[in-house]
């Protein structure tokens, strides 16, 4: 079975960082497409960035350049690196195995302006 656990949100002024982290079991991070969710209070869950099999990375136009997504194949883990949070970057963080239904409990990011 797979799970996912994300961690590393917390609360940050506009202008910091945060490097979020999704243990994953049951399944390998290099053998899928993994991706970054986010749900801002009130809106839907939106993309944030993806890493895929063969490494590439793609993110959402307003995360460019100060996101970077990576994984660690020895740890199992997917990682999101934010730097220059704005509060617009605020909500709960998921990580997911893209094209299955398997969602963590999320971590949440809050950016105080």
């Known amino acids: 079975q797979v799970q996912l656990v994300e961690s590393g949100g917390g609360l940050v002024q506009t202008g910091g960082s945060l490097t979020l982290s999704c243990a994953v079991s049951?399944?390998?991070?290099?053998?899928?497409?993994m991706v970054w969710y986010r749900q801002a209070p009130g809106k839907q869950r939106e993309f944030v960035a993806m890493i895929s099999r063969d490494g590439s990375r793609k993110y959402q136009d307003s995360e460019e350049g100060r996101f970077t997504v990576a994984r660690d194949t020895n740890t199992n883990t997917i990682n999101l690196q934010m730097t220059g949070l704005k509060p617009e970057d605020t909500g709960v963080y998921y990580c997911n195995v893209f094209g299955k239904d398997f969602w963590g409990q999320g971590t949440q990011v809050t950016v105080s302006s």
């Open positions: 049951g399944t390998a991070v290099s053998g899928n497409h």
